[in-house]
């Protein structure tokens, strides 16, 4: 079990850590707030609201766009990139858009 494993590394060494964790010839379950991250890591998601699970399952079935929408408040575009879903987030609403630009 792996909390937050890549916080604080940059995005090579994030990229290098979870090529590791791939070697392992075992299950690994790993906490990650990075979407992106793992999708691009991992073969099944389980998707938590306040402790609550929302989704669990393949990668791109927990990656809806409204599913994530619905759990973070925010617009969510997927694209598929390589076989691998990326998200791109928007605010819902211009307040939050204003707030980021402070």
């Known amino acids: 079990m792996l909390d937050e494993p890549t916080n604080h590394l940059d995005i ?3 990229f290098e850590l979870l090529a590791l964790v791939a070697t392992i010839p075992a299950t690994t379950v790993i906490v990650l707030h990075d979407l992106n991250l793992a999708a691009r890591c991992c073969d099944k998601l389980i998707l938590l609201d306040h402790g609550r699970l929302v989704a669990s399952g ?3 079935q927990v990656l809806d766009p409204e599913l994530i929408s619905q759990v973070y408040g925010v617009q969510v575009h997927r694209i598929d990139h390589a076989g691998q879903p990326r998200l791109l987030f928007d605010p819902l609403d211009s307040t939050a858009a204003d707030h980021s630009r402070r």
């Open 58 to 60: 393949p990668t791109q």
């Open 12 to 14: 090579r060494h994030q």
